[in-house]
């Protein structure tokens, strides 16, 4: 019952650490319980298989957890309007299933090597799997520890330096030294040492938000311009309209948002992802043809000095089976099509500039691991209400430049940007501020759509780069480079949202080094690993 006890206790902590409705100050002891619990049974139990204990109670643990902060996952519908339970299920299990072996791991070396070098350990392989959930095809990096104080900005501008990886090693060195600050006590009984001990806790807390606000007090970065940013928020239901309605219908509409709200100049305008054909795509090879764009042309010589951002869905056919690309699914014996969730950006007598999105949703734009999971699965797989296929994407990111102005926005594409050192990419290639270009209507009114606009406060810290953000239903924002939402709009309104964006030069530490601490973690496993064989063997040697 103890063990229980304490495994819900971590639970709590950090279900209730998490933005955007949470407290994130209890995430510096949120897995203190839980190590107490692993070190319980590990140590002092009379459990015969303590292993499948502490695996049991840590899913347990991390089950609660996914469920409280990520069960909006629930507003997703299938085809016949009703809820998608595979789409909470999924991500939910496997998930918790993975931090769950991640701590498993920290238990067996810490039971082979000792609670010191089991403690370092934890922190390695801990932030070697964020790094990893950052990468791989089932990605899912929304609980990231370093995501944590996405609501609280003022206390993260060292973020720039060491971007939220950073924070997730401050989170979890904080949570092993109380760890071991509590082992002590309980082992020697010396007030000294505690004294000695919460004292370092309590610095390593308190000093990189002392940092972080004198930092954010004195940002005195220099802007190279200023552009007019005009957001569209259409608020298509993606269910009951986005699909349905006439191609021209949406589009027209979409205009005559922008044209009502357009008093005096416009720079930018920026409406949501996917935001245009509605139902079907637009051919890449005949974009100068396409009415829809046409259109937009049309509209924009009516505004001169204006370009028009837009998501929109969008193909490419292949006739020759050789060089297909490997997303290319077949219509007929002697027709190929790829299709993309493509951010594209309009401006009179220019070429249309194209980007692809590069970090796709596993399940609804990317089959995880076809070839070896479709043969197994089939069509019923990993299909949350979206594709059985999988979308082509770019491999490199881009920044759209402007023939008009100085302005070089980074196309990014709603699930695009939670990821940190992805962002760092479009900064690399000369974007000057973040456009976000995203459509959060899928899961209703929940915390969906609110958490994604709050980690997309740790981008404009990361960078120091001001982000316009167009929302399908909402929440469409204007962001400042400290990451403080300077305007936004209400969910559920068709409306726009004005916004003088700065524009910023300077590369932040981060975005020149990444996650340079998750590297570093990843080097200190190996040595981990490597160390507790050398051990091994060594022991072996002197047995014989």
Not at 387 to 394: P, R
Not at 464 to 472: Q, T
């Amino acid at each position: 019952m103890k063990y229980l006890l304490l495994t819900l206790i971590s639970a709590i902590l950090l279900s209730v650490s998490w933005p955007t409705y949470g407290v994130p100050f209890f995430i510096f002891f949120a897995l203190v319980p839980l190590l107490m619990m692993e070190h319980g049974i590990s140590k002092f139990s009379a459990y015969n298989r303590k292993s499948w204990m502490v695996f049991g109670l840590s899913y347990l643990c991390f089950v609660i957890w996914n469920i409280v902060t990520t069960g909006w996952l629930y507003g997703s519908k299938n085809p016949d309007g009703s809820h998608s339970m595979m789409a909470v299920i999924f991500p939910v299990l496997v998930n918790s299933f993975l931090y769950s072996l991640v701590f498993q791991c920290y238990h067996w070396y810490k039971n082979a090597q000792g609670t010191y070098w089991g403690l370092a350990f934890l922190i390695a392989i801990w932030m070697s799997f964020e790094k990893f959930h950052l990468n791989w095809e089932l990605t899912w990096p929304w609980l990231n520890l370093g995501n944590v104080f996405s609501d609280y900005p003022k206390l993260i501008q060292w973020y720039d330096t060491l971007g939220a990886t950073g924070g997730s090693f401050w989170i979890l060195l904080i949570n092993v030294l109380i760890f071991y600050t509590i082992r002590t006590w309980e082992a020697g009984r010396k007030r000294k040492d505690l004294i000695r001990n919460v004292s370092i806790v309590g610095v390593l807390i308190i000093l990189p938000m002392i940092v972080s606000i004198i930092k954010y007090n004195n940002f005195n970065e220099k802007s190279s311009g200023q552009v007019n940013v005009l957001m569209l928020q259409p608020d298509l239901d993606p269910y009951a309209e986005k699909y349905s309605k006439d191609s021209l219908t949406i589009e027209n509409d979409l205009l005559t948002l922008a044209e009502n709200n357009s008093k005096g100049k416009i720079d930018y305008y920026i409406a949501p992802e996917t935001a245009l054909p509605g139902r079907g795509s637009i051919s890449e090879t005949a974009f100068e043809k396409s009415l829809l764009l046409n259109n937009v042309k049309g509209f924009l010589s009516k505004h001169p000095g204006s370009v028009f951002a837009t998501g929109i869905s969008s193909h490419r056919f292949y006739k020759n089976k050789e060089n297909l690309p490997k997303e290319a699914y077949q219509l007929n014996p002697d027709l190929w099509v790829e299709s993309y969730n493509t951010a594209i950006q309009v401006a009179p007598q220019q070429k249309i500039q194209v980007y692809h999105k590069g970090k796709l949703v596993p399940g609804v734009e990317i089959f995880p691991y076809m070839s070896v999971l479709k043969p197994l699965l089939g069509d019923a797989m990993l299909n949350l209400g979206g594709t059985v296929a999988s979308l082509g994407i770019d491999k490199e990111r881009m920044a759209f430049s402007n023939p008009y102005n100085k302005g070089r926005m980074a196309p990014i594409i709603c699930y695009e940007s939670i990821y940190g050192e992805f962002t760092t990419d479009y900064v690399k290639k000369g974007a000057n501020f973040l456009g976000i270009m995203t459509n959060d209507s899928w899961w209703g009114v929940t915390e969906g759509h609110k958490q994604l606009l709050s980690y997309a406060k740790l981008r404009a810290i990361e960078n120091r780069r001001e982000i316009a953000r167009a929302a399908n239903s909402g929440i469409s924002a204007h962001i400042n480079a400290k990451g403080e939402v300077v305007a936004d709009t209400f969910y559920g309104d068709q409306t726009t949202l004005f916004a003088k964006v700065n524009l910023y030069e300077t590369m932040t530490f981060y975005t020149r080094a990444g996650d340079l601490l998750s590297r570093f973690s990843i080097f200190a496993l190996g040595f981990l690993l490597f160390y507790f064989l050398i051990e091994k063997f060594r022991s072996k040697i002197k047995k014989a």
